[in-house]
Structure formats: structure tokens, C-alpha cells
């Protein structure tokens, strides 16, 4: 069964880093787009960022553009969110997700992960 399976999320103070990990089942996943997602409390999922299967191209939400940062690794089966200078809007479950395509939109995504929260205190 294919699985997306994330981690490294936690409590953090307002400021500090984190990296989310989000491992693959399969090899297949290498030619997919891989994205993250977060929901927080009352809202909407809502896209965090994207990298394609290349890794040549990245997408981000404008909130996020410049503290995290998008990766895989040379096997192509785990992404990374590297996420700097967290605040308390980025208090969520954050979510991995797969796309055949290059995508930024949520129903664009056929698999998902679990989720793992993340919870940034002042």
C-alpha cells in the first residue's frame, strides 16, 4: 500500500526552525510532484509549498517565501521542509502530499500522509 509517512514536526518557540520529513513507500514517487500542505485550528488546508520530481522547481506561498525551503533527496523518496523564523501563524498539521503533475492546488494531490503538528509558541 502506498504510504506517506512525515515527521520532525513538535513544539518550537517563535523564531526558531524546524524540519519536517516526509518519507515514501515506494520508488515510484520519484517522478511525482511533492508538496506540503498545513491546516491550522477553524481554517482551511491550505498549500505550502511544492518541488517537482526534477527538484529543478520549487513553489511557494508568499507567507513562507524566504524562511522555508523545499528538498529531496538523490533517491527522490523523502521531501524535506526546512522551516525558519517560525511564528504563530504557522501553528498547524502540516501535511505531505504526491501529484503526477506540477501542482499547487490541493484536489491536484492523489496522495496523502498523516500529518504532523507543529505548534509555535511565543
Known amino acids: 500500500q502506498v504510504q506517506l509517512v512525515e515527521s520532525g514536526g513538535g513544539l518550537v518557540q517563535t523564531g526558531g526552525s524546524l524540519r519536517l520529513s516526509c518519507a515514501a513507500s515506494?520508488?515510484?514517487?520519484?517522478?511525482?510532484?511533492m508538496g506540503w500542505f498545513r491546516q491550522a485550528p477553524g481554517k482551511e488546508r491550505e498549500f505550502v509549498a511544492a518541488i517537482s520530481w526534477s527538484g529543478i522547481s520549487t513553489y511557494y506561498q508568499d507567507s513562507v517565501k524566504g524562511r522555508f525551503t523545499i528538498s529531496r533527496d538523490t533517491a527522490k523518496i523523502t521531501v524535506y521542509l526546512q522551516m525558519n523564523s517560525l511564528n504563530a501563524e504557522d501553528t498547524a498539521v502540516y501535511y505531505c502530499?504526491?501529484?503526477?503533475?506540477?501542482?499547487?492546488?490541493?484536489?491536484?494531490?492523489?496522495?496523502w500522509g498523516q500529518g504532523t503538528q507543529v505548534t509555535v509558541s511565543s
Open positions: 502530499a504526491a501529484a503526477r503533475n506540477a501542482a499547487t492546488i490541493r484536489s491536484q494531490y492523489t496522495y
Open positions: 515506494e520508488r515510484t514517487f520519484s517522478r511525482y510532484t
